[in-house]
């Protein structure tokens, strides 16, 4: 009999298909006049076409990407991509009739129906295709609360004050290398604000959709909740299949004022790549938050997809008695590559944040835990605790801790506990011994493992996530 | 009647050493069976191969259980036609509660043959009888399969996990080593408990202590690899006596009362045999 655990990686990635719509693209490359093309076409204010182009000047100083992440790629070609990618038929903003019928099919292919009957009761959702939003559904259901949820092109028209006082304002421009690409070039992404002291009455969620060959997307997110507001968010997104690699680059910011709480989901599976780790989707993506006087931001991630995965949401706990929380699941099988983690930087007084990491790395994937906690001086009473826990499957994958503490507070408290366990063979004849299959073995081990996290997410998408995984896992173990 | 489990002249290898040098042992529905025998004999070798352990080949022999070529199937197919091992290390799973592994598992065996899963209510009536089998209270349902479980607690949920499961044939381990008196008694009392005339159980164990508390029909000594001597009940006793030297003549004076020091403050007195 063969060993169990044999890395044999033949997974179905059933989101692989391409819409065959016609698309407006900027011409390929990038130049101020790239910038100024982006601008001009979402109609924009003088202000934020001059932000953009601050950005794009403070990008061209960068000159060259990260070098600090364990992860490894041939150069990216950054004057081979096409900044900007719309369906052509697209209308102006509007209602959700107007919107071609083949994107509805798209969207309903890949199990979002835009269709507001046939929505999930309770979840609104906004969907972007390549560089735009393609429609936002029960718009008119939160309004009436006074929540503001549309694409970011609607909000740069109907809401300027509000995005001109927040954009930037925790992810600044001159961030990092991508962060300054995305502020230079960024199409559409979500927008939300939440009016004080309201409990947003449904979860919102934006579905990210790369469809057009040869392009990044560069979608920028910006979330307020004002004072003692509540709101739960969650993004989903996958790409077609396509041998090249392409760029994801995307920035997110939350701001959190006081009292207020943002629960942020994710669960990322953009295409891969193929058995021989060729394609997918290169995930860029710099996630921030900053919470203000005893408000909390809480950071939701299943990350199964993309070719390389770099993203590190963060909380930048300011106010005191503020709480940040970042529980993960990453999984790489094949040949993905992850380097993901988090920042609490704690600045107020009692503050407090949760990290939990579970990275599950399997076939020849590589997966790295980075996470920074850091304690400022005037943090007094501040507490972090850490558990970063590794699962190998198979035996050559990889799995990588790199945890930072700076601890400038003497009345602080921080901890961390790491684990790195093999799914055993053991296991695994147990669970068969007692009548399960391999699969099924598997996948009771590996949610077992990732309890914790999964117990975080809104109950819909906790059993999608949980699917996910299985599929993510699929022939991992032959 | 065709026996329950008839291994005839098995040989298997753990690499390339040669572990099971010829066992052939019947058993048939209705029947307990112990088989007993120094470390290193093969005992626990032959337990993982009815089972189907990967690490193990079979070179030679043949084992039908229920009319089935043992040795043709997967692990879990093993189980679905109702073989069941108590492992004499039961594997930890961090995160899965025992409600819902037991639960997953009960449904697997359903669903292979044939019959409708059971919901989780209906589930949970069956638990909660079986929890009365190994004198458990519900609480132990939440906690993560073995994971921070005594030695103890482990071997008393391995036959928890029979008990729901209902095996046709049980291979019990050395589910009685490491055991104070109170858990060897409840481990005993499951097994007696499961006792049918259409079932059949298989001790594997060192001391003849566990044989007070279920008395075997037939016992076998199995040594080298093979089984070198068989008998009923009186068996154990004999050996009990005469200790393992008196059958393997390896000189070795290996003592078949005499428990692990770890435990044999409570594992006296021994009561004596029915």
């Known amino acids: 009999m063969s060993s169990p655990v044999e890395a044999l990686v033949n997974r179905e990635y059933k989101y692989g298909f391409v819409t065959d719509i016609e698309q407006e693209t900027a011409p390929i490359g990038l130049s101020e006049e790239t910038v100024r093309f982006i601008s001009a076409r979402k109609r924009e204010p003088e202000w934020l076409l001059e932000w953009r182009l601050k950005a794009y000047r403070r990008w061209l100083e960068m000159t060259h990407e990260p070098h600090w992440a364990n992860i490894h790629h041939e150069p990216i070609d950054y004057q081979a991509i096409s900044y900007f990618a719309a369906p052509r038929t697209q209308k102006p903003l509007g209602s959700l009739d107007d919107v071609d019928p083949k994107l509805l099919e798209t969207y309903a292919k890949l199990g979002i129906p835009l269709s507001e009957q046939k929505l999930l009761a309770g979840v609104a959702v906004d969907a972007i295709f390549d560089s735009v939003s393609v429609g936002t559904t029960f718009k008119a259901t939160l309004a009436k609360s006074g929540v503001f949820f549309c694409s970011f092109g609607e909000a740069v028209q109907e809401h300027p004050d509000l995005v001109q006082r927040y954009l930037g304002s925790v992810v600044p421009a001159s961030d990092n290398y991508f962060a300054a690409l995305n502020a230079a070039v960024f199409s559409d992404g979500s927008f939300v604000y939440i009016p004080k002291g309201v409990r947003c009455p449904m979860e919102l969620s934006t579905y990210f959709r790369i469809n057009a060959a040869n392009t990044g997307q560069f979608e920028r997110t910006l979330i307020i909740a004002d004072e003692g507001s509540y709101v739960s968010y969650l993004e989903g997104c996958t790409a077609p299949k396509r041998d090249e690699n392409q760029l994801h680059a995307a920035v997110v910011e939350l701001v959190a004022l006081d009292n207020a709480t943002i629960k942020y989901s994710t669960v990322q599976n953009w295409y891969a790549g193929d058995e021989n780790g060729v394609g997918g989707i290169y995930n860029f993506v710099t996630k921030r938050g900053k919470a203000m006087r005893g408000a909390k931001i809480s950071w939701t991630q299943v990350e199964t997809g993309s070719a390389i995965t770099w993203k590190y949401p963060s909380v930048i706990l300011q106010g005191d008695d503020s709480v940040g929380e970042f529980y993960s699941v990453a999984v790489v099988n094949g040949w993905q590559q992850a380097d993901t983690g988090t920042k609490m930087i704690h600045l107020g007084r009692n503050t407090k944040s949760t990290v939990v990491s579970k990275g599950i790395s399997a076939g020849r994937g590589q997966n790295s835990y980075r996470g920074q906690v850091k304690i400022l001086p005037k943090a007094s009473g501040a507490r972090n605790y850490t558990q970063c826990d590794s699962m190998l499957i198979g035996n050559r994958c990889g799995a990588h801790t790199f945890p930072y503490i700076d601890v400038q507070n003497s009345s602080s408290k921080v901890e961390h506990e790491a684990s790195t366990s093999k799914i055993g063979e053991d296991q695994i004849f147990f669970c068969k011994q007692r009548g399960m299959n391999t699969e099924n073995a598997i996948s009771v081990i590996v949610n077992g493992f990732c309890k914790e996290v999964f117990r975080e997410l809104p109950m819909e998408f906790a059993v999608e996530a949980q699917k996910l995984l299985g599929v993510s896992l699929e022939g991992s173990v032959g | ?274």
């Open chain 2, 1 to 274: 009647m065709m026996a329950l489990l008839e291994i005839v002249d098995l040989h298997a290898n753990a690499g390339d050493a040669e572990i099971l040098r010829g066992v052939s042992l019947t058993v048939d529905a209705g029947e307990v069976h112990a088989i007993m025998g120094p470390n290193g004999s093969g005992k626990s070798t032959l337990a993982q191969v009815l089972a189907g352990h990967p690490a193990y080949r079979v070179t030679r022999g043949t084992v039908t259980f229920a009319g089935h070529d043992l040795l043709d199937m997967e692990p879990e197919e093993r189980a679905h036609a109702g073989l069941f091992l108590a492992f004499q290390y039961p594997v930890e799973i961090p995160g899965v509660t025992n409600a819902y592994f037991l639960r997953t598992a009960y449904n697997a065996i359903r669903k292979a043959r044939g019959l409708d899963e059971l919901d989780p209510m209906d589930f949970l009536d069956l638990l909660e009888d079986r929890l009365r089998v190994v004198e458990w209270g519900p609480e132990i349902m939440e906690r993560a399969v073995n994971a921070g479980f005594s030695g103890g607690e482990k071997k008393r949920n391995e036959i928890l996990q029979m008990a729901v499961l209902e095996p046709t044939l049980a291979v019990l381990d050395e589910t009685d080593s490491g055991l104070d008196i109170d858990a060897l008694r409840i481990v005993a009392k499951g097994v007696n408990a499961l006792r049918r005339p259409d079932r059949a159980t298989v001790l594997v164990t060192h001391y003849q202590r566990l044989l007070n508390y279920i008395v075997p029909d037939r016992v076998h000594v199995l040594s080298g690899g093979r089984i070198v001597k068989s008998g009923g009940k009186e068996l154990a006793h004999e050996l009990e006596e005469r200790g393992y030297e008196w059958l393997t003549g390896t000189g070795d004076a290996e003592s078949v009362t005499a428990p692990a020091a770890s435990y044999a403050a409570t594992a006296s007195p021994v009561p004596a045999a029915p």
